[in-house]
């Protein structure tokens, strides 16, 4: 059986309704809520995220996904409530923590950012998400063979990415779809055990399109834990095992994406919306 047949028949006796229990959850969230001056941006009862699954995490724009993510993996500490990784505590952690603990979520690449080259922004991504960088520098001897381990974790994934030929380049030089590859394996700095993935298809051209499903899939094959926002209905289609659809900040509905695609409910929540609607159409296919 491969492994997306495995991650789904794991979740095959799961009902499909807001809020439902998983058989193997490694991310158990309640009652989290983040406002902003009046309005309700997060306000979720309860989500589990299966281990070893895709989850897309879809709705209407404005529907708080980004802001959820945020607040689960420590960028945001305005949030409340209680979300525990593999049973442990999390609930505002700061960043660094939660990426200690394996939660790990995507960047898109910034100004600054593009300003380093491709291996820079490697070896930054090590040391961020660590929090470790004052300990380490001073220590030398052991800075520098972490150093080396590092820049060895790089070349690994940058030839796993096929950007090795970029090593040196600019990242602000990179195409959509070589950013995208990049800000996939910065996250992967930390061998993070769940990866959080903010449109991780957006800019990306049809020709790279197919390489960065395969390279999200391998990684769930591999074992790692998935979470992902997108627009994009198709790789939510044909990628997700699970899809929780967001509205208003609430979960309105969850399944496999069959259902999904022909819940009245998520249906009505894109159409109810001017922008970011995908065509029922698309939703259904
Ligand atoms: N820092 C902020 N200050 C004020 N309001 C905010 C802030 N961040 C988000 N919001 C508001 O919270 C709501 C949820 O936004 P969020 O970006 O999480 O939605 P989203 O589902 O990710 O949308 P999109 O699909 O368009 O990216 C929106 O109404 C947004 O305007």
Known sequence: ?????????????????????????????????RSFGGLHAVDVDHLEIQRGAITALIGPNGA???????????F????SGDWRFEGKKMSRLPAHRVAHRGMVR??????????????????????????????ASVVRPLWRRQERAIIERADALLARFRLDHLRDEFAGTLSGGQRKLLELARALMVQPRMLMLDEPMAGVNPA????????????????TTICFVEHDMDMVMGTSDWVVCLAEGQVIAEGP????????????AYLGKQHGAPPAEELTS
């Open 1 to 33: 059986m491969s492994d997306r047949n495995n991650a789904t028949a794991a979740l095959a006796d799961v009902a499909a309704e807001p809020g439902v229990a998983k058989p193997d959850p490694l991310l158990v969230a309640d009652n989290v809520q």
């Open 64 to 74: 708080g996904k980004t802001t959820l993510f945020n607040v689960l993996t420590g």
């Open 76 to 79: 945001d500490r305005g949030g």
């Open 106 to 135: 995507t960047f898109q690449l910034t100004k600054a950012l593009s300003r380093l080259t491709v291996l820079e922004n490697l070896q930054l991504g090590a040391t961020e998400q660590r929090g470790e960088a004052m300990f």
């Open 208 to 223: 790279l399109t197919q390489s960065l499903l395969e390279h999200i899939t391998d990684l769930r094959d591999e074992g």
């Open 257 to 268: 994406p069959q259902a999904i695609g022909s819940n009245p409910a998520v249906i009505d």
